[in-house]
């Protein structure tokens, strides 16, 4: 569910029309909604009780700071890959004891970084990380709280580009070999193991992975306690689908997720750790873009947006679907047409789709691209020397532009010249 739905013949955000902001901000923008953001981490909070847990919001899906906020507000920790992200989480008022800090190349300064500003629990991918890790905390008098990451080697089902958890997959450390690293990782003096980490993929649409992986950290938590670990957290990652096309079945619901969650692991009486991003932000967000023109080609026909494959690059870089639906609401029964819907960037890969059954459109004429919320904003870039879009978050009958659109002064005078020129 998300709070975009016509009113009065006009696409809305919550009580907003998107013509008003269109208006005060020009195309193409991003737009979020608080109330589908709110709604959404409340799912899983529900879905995960009564055990102990942190739902933790993956800020590479959307790392704006409100949106941080917004979660941060509610209580949700945040799972983080960089150092950027960590400052950003914390800059937005998200407490260090509850990020967690996961990435397969966490730096040694982005480590001190983490341990000297408060952190909940790094998610350690391999033996050479783990002993960095124990080098950078002894040093600081410190031990580094860790989990380690395992890949169980099951098949996620979803985009080859998206899976994590096949053995020839770059993340985490074979299954097989975790007692091993576990056992290394007790003896060194600047770690404190406090628990296991898992995370298949993204974009999952079935359970069945979940609960393959899932079962096999039971299995290895027995394992490792019998070892003689302390195991107290279970980080189970993120993944949970959305459903980006409207016409196809939905993907589970956080309910049923949870309820997974505790056939396979509530026995273990471990705290829960979970890392949504696209299903907490991917619904809450469209991006508005204008059709510069419309141009008659060979056989086809051409929808040239004011958006390009550097704001939303998400068709390009996976061929993935997006809902394109007019700001303006069809009238019953209107006559519709086939489009290549494409942006302005000079590379044939700037295509949002192909041959997208849409209603009649115009020059001027404003469209929405539906669950643009994660891996939109995040991914954008300058190409062409297009400037980042705005973003813009939505509360009830108010908005807010959160990210201004920067001047072509600002990005140019970005660039430095050396003394010779």
């Given at each position: 569910m998300d709070h975009f739905l016509y009113r009065n013949g006009v696409l809305?955000?919550?009580d907003v029309a998107l013509t008003k902001i269109a208006a005060a901000v020009g195309t193409p923008f991003y737009c979020y909604s608080t109330a589908t953001l709110e709604r959404h981490f409340r799912l899983f909070q529900e879905a995960l009780a009564p055990l102990p847990h942190l739902v933790c919001f993956a800020m590479k899906s959307n790392?704006?700071?409100?949106?941080?906020?917004t979660l941060g507000q509610l209580g949700a920790g945040m799972d983080v890959v960089s150092g950027g992200e960590y400052l950003r989480a914390r800059a937005a008022g998200v407490p260090g004891?509850?990020?967690?800090?996961?990435?397969?190349g966490k730096t040694r300064a982005e480590m001190r970084q983490a341990l000297t500003g408060g952190i909940r629990q790094f998610n350690v991918e391999s033996e050479p990380e783990l002993l960095a890790l124990s080098e950078i905390a002894h040093g600081l008098g410190l031990r580094a709280p860790v989990a380690v990451r395992v890949n169980p080697d099951v098949d996620a089902r979803t985009h080859e580009k998206i899976a994590?958890?096949?053995s020839e997959n770059k993340f985490g450390i074979p299954i097989a070999r975790a007692r091993e690293v576990y056992a290394l990782a007790a003896r060194l003096p600047g770690i404190e193991v406090v628990g296991v980490d898992v995370h298949i993929g993204s974009q999952l649409t079935d359970l069945e992975p979940f609960r393959q992986a899932y079962e096999k950290v039971a299995e290895l938590t027995l394992a490792l306690r019998a070892d003689g670990h302390v195991i107290r957290r279970l980080d189970l990652g993120g993944?949970?689908?959305?459903?980006y096309e409207r016409s196809n079945s939905a993907p589970p619901l956080p309910t049923e997720y949870g309820q997974l969650i505790k056939e396979t692991l509530g026995h273990l009486d471990c705290e829960i750790e979970i890392e949504p991003g696209r299903l907490i932000s991917g619904n809450a967000g469209v991006l508005v873009s204008q059709v510069i023109y419309v141009k008659h080609g060979e056989g086809r026909d051409f929808l040239i947006l004011?958006?390009?494959m550097n704001d939303l690059m998400r068709p390009s870089l996976y061929g993935a679907h997006h809902d394109i639906v007019p700001v303006h609401e069809p009238a019953p029964g209107a006559a519709q047409q086939p489009y290549d819907v494409v942006g302005p960037v000079c590379e044939t890969g700037d295509t949002f789709a192909k041959q997208r059954n849409l209603p009649r459109l115009a020059a001027e004429d404003l469209v929405a691209f539906?669950?643009?919320g994660a891996y939109g904003a995040v991914m954008a870039s300058e190409y062409n020397t297009r400037p980042l879009v705005p973003e813009v978050l939505v509360k009830g009958d108010q908005f807010a532009v959160i990210r201004p659109r920067p001047t072509f002064d600002e990005i140019i005078n970005r660039d430095t010249m050396p003394h010779w020129l």
């Open positions: 809305h955000a919550e790392s704006n700071q409100a949106v941080i906020r004891d509850r990020i967690v800090f996961s990435g397969v994590t958890g096949k993944g949970l689908g959305i459903p004011d958006a390009a539906r669950s643009a």
